[in-house]
C-alpha cells in the first residue's frame, strides 16, 4: 500500500519514457529495446492512458517541465508525439512558457521533423551525439557518423532551435586525450548554447563490457578520462559556458530546467516502462518490460479501477521505496552538491527545519580541510546565505565527498 499526499505536490516534472531504439548502442544499459517497433501504437496507447490516470489521480497538478527521453524519442512519428502532448495538456495544468525536452539522435534530424517539434510544442532538443571520430562511433555502435551529426546539429541551431544541448562522451576504450580535445572543439565551435558530457561507465552485462572482460577492448584509463575532464572544465571555461553542474555545461539562461529539478530533489512523475517517480515521503518505479507495461495497462478497463490498482501498487508499479526524511537529508545533500550553486544553508533549513552545519560540521569541516568542498557567501539584503559547494579537486573526486557524507549518517 501507498499513500500519496497529494496536497503537497504543488508543481510536478514529467517524464516519459520512450522505450524503442533503432539499435542497441553496445554500451547501452538502458531500458531500451530495438526491434519491437510493432509495439509502438499500443504502447502510445497505454501510455495515454497511464498520463490520464496520474492526471485525475493527482487532480491536475502544474507541470514545471515535460522531458521525453529514451530510449529515442526521435524515432516516434510527430503524430505520435502530439498524441502525447495532447493528453499531457488535457490531463495536467501546463503553462505556456514550460520548457518540453525531447531527445533524438542526429539520423533523425530533418527539416520536416524539426518543423512538426516546434509546432506541437517542443523548444529545447538534447541530441545523442557522443562522439565525432568515425572509429569511435563505430566501437560504441553509433547509427551515425560524424559528418552527419555536425549536420544535425547545425539545422537544428539553423533552423531556430535556439535551446539546443549535445550530448558527449569522454573515457571511451582507444579514445586519447587528443582524440578527445579535437572532438570537444569541433562541438565547442558550432555555438550550442549547451552541453551535457558525461564518462563512459562500463555496465556490467553490456557487450561493450564483455569486449573488455575479453581483452577485444581496451579498459578506459580512468586517469586518462580525469584529464579529459579537467581539459573539458578549462575549454568550456574559457569559451564562457558556464558548468552549471558536474557533467553540465551551459550558456546562462539555457540550464535544463528539468534536470535542476532532479538536482534539487523536488518531485517528479516517470511514465512509461521503467521510469521512475518521486512524490511526497515516496519513490517508485514501473515495471521494465514495454510488452507486459502495455498488456496490463490494456487490462485496465477503466480509470477507476486502476486508480484502485496504483492505491495498493499492484498493477504497473514494480519498486516502491519509502523515503524517511534522513533519506531525503542525504538524497538533497547528493544531487544538490553536483550543481555550481550547491546546497543553500536557507533553503536546507527551510526544508528539514535545522541547520546544514550544525548536522554535518564533522564531515563539512573534514572535506573543507582535505580541500574537497567550500562555502559560497552570497549576501542577500539582510543576512548571508552560505551555499555548500564542490571545489574543482571536489567534482573530480565528487564520490568520495558523497561517500563520507553517507558514512556520517550510518555512525
Ligand atoms: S540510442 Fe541511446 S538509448 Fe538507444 S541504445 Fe543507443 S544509447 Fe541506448
Not at 539546443?164 to 558550432?190: F, H, I, R
Not at 574559457?238 to 535542476?260: C, M, T, V
Not at 515495471?287 to 504497473?316: C, F, H, W
Request: net charge negative; proline share 4%.
Amino acid at each position: 500500500m501507498f499513500d500519496l499526499k497529494t496536497e503537497q505536490i504543488k508543481t510536478l516534472a514529467l517524464y516519459i519514457h520512450i522505450p524503442f531504439c533503432a539499435t542497441k548502442c553496445v554500451y547501452c544499459d538502458f531500458n531500451t529495446y530495438a526491434g519491437i517497433e510493432h509495439l509502438i501504437d499500443s504502447y502510445i496507447h497505454a501510455l495515454n492512458l497511464e498520463i490520464q490516470l496520474w492526471g485525475k489521480k493527482l487532480n491536475t497538478p502544474k507541470l514545471s517541465t515535460i522531458f521525453f527521453g529514451g530510449g529515442t524519442p526521435s524515432y516516434l512519428r510527430a503524430s505520435q508525439l502530439t498524441e502525447l502532448i495532447q493528453s499531457i495538456s488535457e490531463t495536467f495544468h501546463i503553462e505556456s512558457n514550460i520548457e518540453i525536452t525531447l531527445e533524438a539522435n542526429p539520423e533523425d534530424i530533418n527539416n520536416q521533423k524539426l518543423s512538426e517539434y516546434r509546432r506541437i510544442g517542443i523548444n529545447r532538443l538534447s541530441i545523442g551525439i557522443q562522439a565525432l571520430d568515425d572509429r569511435l562511433l563505430k566501437i560504441l555502435g553509433r547509427r551515425h557518423d560524424a559528418e552527419s551529426s555536425i549536420d544535425a546539429l547545425n539545422k537544428t541551431l539553423d533552423f531556430g532551435f535556439a535551446n539546443t544541448s549535445a550530448d558527449l562522451m569522454y573515457g571511451l576504450p582507444n579514445q586519447s586525450l587528443e582524440d578527445w580535445c579535437k572532438t570537444l572543439e569541433m562541438v565547442s565551435g558550432l555555438g550550442l548554447p549547451h552541453l551535457s558530457i558525461y564518462c563512459l561507465g562500463l555496465e556490467k552485462g553490456t557487450p561493450m563490457a564483455q569486449s573488455v572482460e575479453l581483452g577485444k577492448l581496451p579498459d578506459p584509463d580512468p586517469d586518462l578520462a580525469a584529464e579529459m575532464y579537467e581539459f573539458t572544465v578549462k575549454q568550456l571555461g574559457d569559451l564562457k559556458y558556464r558548468h552549471y553542474e558536474i557533467s553540465n555545461w551551459a550558456k546562462p539562461g539555457f540550464e535544463s530546467q528539468h534536470n535542476i529539478n532532479y538536482w534539487e530533489n523536488q518531485f517528479f512523475l516517470g511514465l512509461g516502462p521503467g521510469a521512475h517517480s518521486y512524490m511526497p515521503g515516496i519513490r517508485f518505479s514501473n515495471i521494465k518490460s514495454p510488452r507486459e507495461y502495455i498488456m496490463r495497462m490494456e487490462n485496465i478497463s477503466n480509470a477507476l479501477e486502476v486508480s484502485r490498482n496504483m492505491q495498493d501498487g499492484t498493477q504497473i508499479i514494480d519498486e516502491l521505496e519509502n523515503i524517511s526524511v534522513n533519506t531525503e537529508i542525504l538524497d538533497t545533500l547528493m544531487m544538490g552538491l553536483r550543481l555550481e550553486t550547491g546546497v543553500s544553508e536557507a533553503s536546507y533549513f527551510k526544508r528539514f527545519g535545522h541547520s546544514l552545519y550544525q548536522k554535518w560540521n564533522v564531515t563539512i569541516d573534514n572535506a573543507i580541510s582535505d580541500g574537497l568542498i567550500k562555502w559560497d557567501k552570497n549576501n542577500t539584503r539582510h543576512k548571508p546565505n552560505r551555499h555548500l559547494q564542490l571545489t574543482a579537486k571536489g567534482k573530480i573526486l565528487s564520490n568520495e565527498v558523497l561517500a563520507r557524507f553517507f558514512a556520517d549518517a550510518k555512525s
